[in-house]
């Protein structure tokens, strides 16, 4: 997994490029969600009308969070080094187009980003299912073996690993478990380090 290798390398959003605050926890007690499931799982297992209910409710809570959305501070530095070197570059996330969108600006980050390389959760079905990934990976006529995934949850990396790509997930006290993972970093500053770019 080197940059001679890659030729390209979709991020997620939250908790990987940005830090927003998002506290999941929160949000599944306020709506009554079971706690035990990611969110997007407890939003669908609930009943109409309040499904509907509760996802206006999440979007509104997404798009606070993105007004307040910060870069990782290594993440300006890795993606102008990937892009230096012809590598393609996405964000694949379970948050809207929009929001995402939104966050990357507020973060100083849209620059690195064609708005069509940000597949959200209404542009594909969302992680661990692969489809987003496919999108980007057949757009830019990319090989799953050339091309890494990077996320801070297990259901990022999965989808890279499910289709035959490198996979590294982000975890800054190295408490997830990740699976079969290629590497796992604290940040995007220790990736850099990996992939071999100097600090």
Do not use: C, Y
């Not at 409710?57 to 307040?68: D, G, Y």
């Not at 982000?170 to 990996?194: I, K, T």
């Amino acid at each position: 997994m080197t940059p001679e290798v890659l030729r390209a390398v979709v991020f997620d959003l939250d908790g990987t490029l940005t830090h927003g605050g998002h506290d999941f926890g929160s949000i599944k007690e306020r709506l009554g969600l079971d706690p035990a499931l990611p969110l997007t799982e407890g939003l669908m297992a609930l009943p109409e009308p309040r499904r509907s209910d509760a996802w206006r409710a999440v979007e509104a809570w997404e798009e606070e969070l993105a007004e307040v959305a910060v870069a990782d501070p290594a993440a300006p530095g890795l993606l102008e080094a990937l892009r230096t070197r012809d590598i393609r570059l996405g964000v694949l996330t379970r948050n809207t187009r929009s929001t995402a969108l939104r966050s990357l600006a507020v973060a100083g980050l849209a620059r690195f980003f064609d708005p069509d390389h940000v597949i959200g959760r209404h542009e594909a079905t969302p992680k661990p299912d692969p489809e987003g990934l496919w999108l980007l990976l057949r757009a830019w006529s990319v090989p799953p073996e050339r091309a890494l995934m990077v996320g801070d949850a297990p259901h990022d990396t999965d989808t890279g690993l499910a289709i035959g790509a490198f996979a590294v997930g982000v975890d800054p006290r190295r408490r997830r478990s990740f699976g079969a993972v290629h590497a796992v970093v604290r940040d995007l500053g220790e990736l850099s380090a990996v992939l071999g770019f100097p600090s």
